[in-house]
Nanobody, 123 residues
Framework: VQLQASGGGLVQAGGFLRLSCAAC????????MAWFRQAPGQEREIVST????????YYVDSVKGRFTISRDNVKNTAYLQMNDLKPEDTAVYYC?????????????????WGQGTLVTVSS
């Protein structure tokens, strides 16, 4: 599957953005989807994941209550709604996909990655 992330940009603290991850190739519903981010000088971290049905969702503690992950299996697109953005959310955000056959709670690495979209939050 090929992934194309979009929606990044420059926003003031307290603002919002919605990231999109469009997929093409194998059926989108066969994948668990995730958003990762990598801030300058830091390691990449997982932000949120969503199962293929959307019934299982994970958020890293730092974004709980502010970010919402979702997916549309008809449009082959995953989303990350980011509200109340903070300067520490500044990073390149990547979407990733992993076969749903591995299950939702697993340490299996993600197999497919988008190119990243830059989110910059000014204070």
């Amino acid at each position: 599957v090929q992934l194309q992330a979009s929606g990044g940009g420059l926003v003031q603290a307290g603002g919002f953005l919605r990231l999109s991850c469009a997929a093409c190739g194998r059926p989108f519903s066969t994948y668990t989807m995730a958003w990762f981010r990598q801030a300058p000088g830091q390691e990449r971290e997982i932000v949120s994941t969503i199962s293929w049905t959307g019934s299982s969702i994970y958020y890293v503690d730092s974004v709980k209550g502010r970010f919402t992950i979702s997916r549309d299996n008809v449009k082959n697109t995953a989303y990350l709604q980011m509200n109340d953005l903070k300067p520490e959310d500044t990073a390149v955000y990547y979407c990733a996909a992993r076969s749903r056959a591995y299950g939702f709670t697993t340490h299996q690495p993600y197999e497919y990655w988008g190119q990243g979209t830059l989110v910059t939050v000014s204070s």
